[in-house]
């Protein structure tokens, strides 16, 4: 029997809108709504946090921290030299008690430059750098934009993409004299749209430094263009791939296919949007399920619409009917002004060179993205503050232990996560704690147990969490034992609901000539264990009850973390890769049964209740690294027949 958490309509697809309120300021008990305005960015040389902390319930503190940040991946640690953004709305839904007092900082980027003495203490820094921070002075950022990119730290010797490393390196850029400018190879993405409104948001900041910032697109889809258009200027080669045609889901089903194989779905599911399990049951898309993902996708479609029009200067109707037109010839977007220019890569290098008045017979001076990463932010004057933010970063599904093959960067290991949580709580040296979440979710008991350290964190020193491409179901259950939640307009964010089932293998074990006995005691004993059958009538009852009181758990708990009392909607459903397990049935009697085994025991565990979002309806929208490749052909189950 296998329980599954999963979302419910989505919380923060509107755009910079607060999606819940609080007529008061919460007391340090309770929690405030989630936001949709811009994250206070984690990565740049400032911060402004204006947070409440309430030890005594009847009396508001309101503190302001200019402070700066240390992350706890890899005890680097980032500054402030002012307070730089007042708080702002954002949404029309705050409670009319609300005073200006009561509001949060919008999280936007005002640059400043250095002034004489912080000028000089940054050269004088600079004579005595290490020589891996060393840049000729004049040189351009270079760096290529491609493929995953991980919210988490990378290590030196790391060959992926980092999102905080990324926006580091483009604020350090904006401040170090040595840097001339930024040019910024864009290719096929494969990240969510939340790290892409992110990294488009850092660009834009970027430019407020008044240096120049050149895109170069080969190959192009909506989510490189819609980074490569926030650039000042966009390049790309005559042979470039540009596919603007818009944006799809695909849900796929394998009811017809169980159907078939002799397998039977037995799926108790809470709630009219409760999609979860539909995967396994239906043969085709619910009213309800596509009610949801059409508002997502409207949602997301809307939004690079009203971005792209803005930033081309164009009408939003107009920027529809290119799409429509389905253009992908490069010289018509020179023509309409979509991209600067057409030329290849080494005549865009030409280009900034003559713009730098560097000989042609000369090299551009360069410096790529990893050996940026190197320069610290302490030799550029963006460090060195008494009061320091904990940054503490938790990616990818969760679990409770490491498994015997586990990475140390497979996952959020919760007892690795906890012992984290547990020595910000006791220390004295951090003011504050960002808690950056970017997880589908997972283990349901993992996630109560982080959830439990989270809120006892809270309760000693303000907590804010901040979410990156997606913090559904277990992300949520994190993120709501904070004081404060905000999210990327485009970050996929829910809480919870459960579905529960297993599978009947009986006609499957019939049609293959396989047998199954089973012995037991207890008038429940065989509850999980008889897959042979289906469930007998007081057996589908305590299945049925397990769940409503898990469900139920859930959604107190979410209503008591938000402080609300809330209606919870399902959304979403679990995505496990079944036809990985069941490709290997036909070839033996002992094959099968240890295939269904697998299969059992990763779908139907009894023992673990799931709180993550589905990977299906998300993946062609997110491309983000846990989405699951969807249900490949099950060719030797069905050759066997």
């Not at 008045?357 to 190197?374: A, N």
């Not at 982080?450 to 804010?464: D, G, Y």
């Not at 042979?532 to 009850?545: D, G, I, N, S």
């Amino acid at each position: 029997m296998a329980k599954f958490l999963s979302t419910p309509r989505l919380t923060s697809i509107h755009f910079r809108t607060v999606t819940s309120t609080l007529s008061k300021p919460p007391s340090s008990s309770s929690s405030y709504p989630i936001h949709t305005l811009s994250p206070i960015s984690l990565h740049s040389n400032s911060f402004f946090f204006s947070l409440y902390t309430t030890p005594n319930p009847c009396k508001n503190i309101h503190r302001n921290f200019s402070v700066s940040a240390f992350d706890t991946k890899n005890d680097d640690v980032s500054s402030s030299s002012k307070d730089e953004a007042g708080p702002e709305i954002n949404g029309d839904d705050v409670a009319k008690s609300s005073t200006k007092e009561d509001q949060y900082p919008s999280g936007e980027f005002e640059f400043e430059g250095y002034g004489a003495w912080k000028s000089l203490v940054v050269k004088f820094r600079m004579l005595f750098a290490f020589p891996w921070e060393r840049v000729r002075k004049g040189s351009v950022l270079t760096m290529k934009l491609r493929g995953q990119i991980s919210d988490q730290l990378q290590s030196r010797f790391s060959s992926g993409l980092s999102l905080p490393q990324i926006c580091e390196n483009l604020m350090k850029a904006a401040y170090d004299p040595r840097i001339s400018g930024v040019y910024l190879h864009i290719e096929p993405l494969g990240c969510g749209w939340g790290k892409v409104e992110e990294i488009r948001r850092h660009i834009l900041d970027f430019r407020k430094s008044g240096k120049f910032i050149v895109g170069y697109v080969p190959a192009c889809g909506e989510k490189e263009y819609y980074i490569g258009c926030a650039c000042q200027e966009l390049y790309a080669p005559p042979s470039a791939y540009f596919a603007l045609y818009g944006l799809t889901v695909q849900a796929s089903f394998l009811g017809g296919v169980f159907e078939k194989v002799g397998i039977e779905p037995q799926v108790q599911r809470i709630g009219k949007y409760k999609s979860a399990g539909d995967q396994l049951m239906r043969k085709s898309i619910s009213d309800e399920n596509r009610e949801m993902i059409t508002a997502l996708l409207d949602n997301i479609y809307g939004n690079w619409l009203e971005k792209v029009a803005l930033t081309k200067g164009k009408k939003k109707e107009d920027i529809e009917q290119f799409v429509d037109d389905g253009v992908y010839q490069v010289e018509r977007l020179k023509e309409e002004s979509w991209i600067t220019d057409i030329k290849y890569d080494d005549e865009v290098m030409s280009m900034l060179k003559e713009r730098l008045g560097i000989p042609k017979d000369k090299k551009l001076p360069e410096v790529d993205y990893r050996k940026y990463s190197k320069v610290r932010r302490w030799t550029l004057g963006q460090t060195g503050f008494k009061d320091q933010i904990a940054v503490i970063r938790a990616s990818g599904s969760i679990s409770r232990t490491r498994g015997p093959f586990s990475s140390p960067s497979s996952g959020i290991i919760a007892e690795k996560l906890i012992e984290k949580i547990r020595s910000v709580r006791e220390s004295k040296r951090y003011k504050a704690v960002v808690l950056r979440i970017d997880s589908p979710g997972g283990d349901a008991l993992a996630s109560d147990l982080m959830w439990r350290e989270i809120r006892l964190l809270a309760e000693s020193k303000p907590v804010i969490a901040s979410m990156a491409d997606v913090a559904a179901s277990g992300g949520y259950y994190m993120a709501m034992a904070a004081q404060a939640v905000v999210a990327e307009n485009l970050t996929l964010t829910g809480s919870i609901g459960v579905v529960t089932g297993k599978f009947n293998l009986g006609n499957l074990y019939e049609r293959i000539g396989f047998n199954k006995e089973t012995i037991s005691r207890g008038r429940y004993a065989e509850l999980t264990a008889a897959e042979q059958r289906p469930f007998r009538p007081e057996e589908a009852e305590l299945f049925a009850k397990s769940a409503q009181h898990a469900y139920t758990q859930f959604r107190d708990k979410a209503a008591l973390s938000r402080s609300m009392k809330v209606s919870v909607v399902e959304l979403s459903r679990p995505s496990a890769s079944l036809p990985e397990l069941l490709s290997g049935i036909g070839s033996s009697l002992a094959g099968a049964d240890r295939t269904l085994k697998e299969l059992l025991n990763d779908v139907a565990s009894s023992d673990g209740i799931q709180a993550r979002m589905d990977g299906v309806m998300f993946e062609k929208l997110g491309g983000a690294a846990y989405t699951n490749p969807l249900f490949m052909l099950i060719k030797d189950c069905l050759s066997s027949f």
